[in-house]
C-alpha cells in the first residue's frame, strides 16, 4: 500500500465519493488509517445499535456491503492504486461484524441489540471486536491476504470482512466459554 497524499480530484462526483470512501476523512488521518477508520467503524456500529431490532443491525451490514464495494472500486479508480491505505470505507463496515460476534449472544438472551443504556456491560466487548479486527485486518493470516488480491473493491472489501468474521467468531466464544466454566464449576 502506498503511503503517499492521495491526489485531489477535481471533478465534484469523484471528490465526494472519494471523501465517503476515505471514511469522512478519516482515513487521511496519521499514523494509521486503517485504525482510524476502524474508530469510525466503532461509530457506525453505535449507529445500528440505536435501534433495538436485530434485523435493522443485520439490514445495516447487508447493504454497507454493496456500497462499500461500489465506492472502494471508484476510489481506486480516482487514485490509480489498489487499495489505497486511505481508503478505510472497508473497515468502517466491517466493525459491525466484529462486534456481531457478542451482539448475537445479547440478541439470543433479550431477543433485541444490545442497547446504549447497557453499554457498561457490552463496551468491554466492543473494545475487544476492535482490537481482534485491527490484529486480523493488519496480518492477514491465509485466506485474508489471497482475498486481497480479488479485483478492485471486491479485494478491497472482502478481506476486511473476512478478518471482521474470524474476530467475530473469537468474540463470540468469550461468553460461550464462561458460560461452561460457570456450569463446570457448579
Known amino acids: 500500500m502506498n503511503a503517499s497524499p492521495a491526489p485531489t480530484p477535481t471533478n465534484p462526483r469523484d471528490r465526494a465519493l472519494l471523501w465517503f470512501a476515505e471514511g469522512c476523512g478519516s482515513g487521511r488521518l496519521r499514523p494509521a488509517p486503517g485504525t482510524w477508520g476502524s474508530l ?3 461509530i457506525w456500529t453505535l449507529l445500528l445499535l440505536a435501534f433495538p431490532r436485530p434485523w435493522i443491525y443485520v439490514a445495516g ?3 454497507s456491503i454493496p456500497v462499500a464495494i461500489v465506492v472502494c472500486t471508484a476510489a481506486e479508480r480516482i487514485l490509480g492504486r489498489h487499495d489505497p491505505s486511505s481508503v478505510v470505507l472497508d473497515e468502517i463496515v466491517a466493525m459491525p461484524i466484529a462486534f456481531g460476534g457478542y451482539a448475537v449472544h445479547w440478541a439470543v438472551g433479550t431477543g433485541q441489540m444490545p442497547g ?3 453499554a457498561r456491560l457490552w463496551w468491554p466487548f466492543m473494545a475487544g471486536a476492535f482490537v481482534l479486527f485491527r490484529v486480523f485486518d493488519v496480518w492477514k493470516p ?3 491476504r ?4 480479488l479485483p478492485g473493491g471486491v479485494g478491497v472489501v472482502v478481506d476486511d470482512l473476512a478478518a471482521a468474521l474470524v474476530a467475530a467468531g473469537l468474540l ?4 460461550l466459554l464462561m458460560f461452561w466454566y460457570r456450569l463446570a464449576r457448579g
Not at 489471497?146 to 488480491?149: G, M, T
Open 40 to 42: 469510525a467503524g466503532v
Open 61 to 63: 451490514i447487508v447493504l
Open 116 to 118: 446504549w443504556s447497557d
Open 142 to 144: 491465509w485466506p485474508i
Open 146 to 149: 489471497r482475498l486481497q488480491r
Open 172 to 175: 463470540w466464544s468469550v461468553p
